[in-house]
């Protein structure tokens, strides 16, 4: 907790750290702070830090806060979140890796429902 209604949330990471355009969970996070120092503390808070720390990464700190200009990365997360809260609500929850080469190593790609996420070679994925 800081000063003046004001928190900062830090998630570690043992692997690398999402960038701030595919951020979900810091941003869930965020939100759940919030409400907890709401319901505890009273008053409304605000985020003043968000980050990822990552272990044993060169770029272990990656911060994802909105910038002067740019979109709010913390609020496009927490759409992200509610459309696929909505997606899984109306039985729809398709996969979507961030890249399509992961699939080629996945341990899940028998089970996967890869035509979701375009063409595979589905003996190269497993």
Do not use: N
Request: hydrophobic share 40%; with cysteine.
């Amino acid at each position: 907790l800081l000063d003046g209604h004001r928190f900062r949330v830090i998630d570690y990471k043992l692997g690398r750290a999402d960038s701030a355009t595919r951020s979900i969970q810091l941003p869930a996070y965020v939100v759940a702070a919030a409400a907890q120092l709401a319901a505890r503390h009273g008053g409304r808070w605000e985020v003043a830090e968000a980050l990822y720390l990552a272990f044993g990464r060169r770029d272990a700190v990656r911060t994802v806060m909105p910038r002067a200009g740019a979109t709010d990365p913390l609020r496009d997360g927490q759409a992200r979140m509610l459309d696929a809260v909505g997606g899984i609500d109306r039985g729809e929850f398709p996969p979507r890796p961030s890249s399509l080469a992961i699939c080629r190593h996945c341990g899940y790609a028998r089970l996967c429902r890869k035509e979701y996420v375009g063409d595979i070679d589905a003996d190269a994925a497993v």
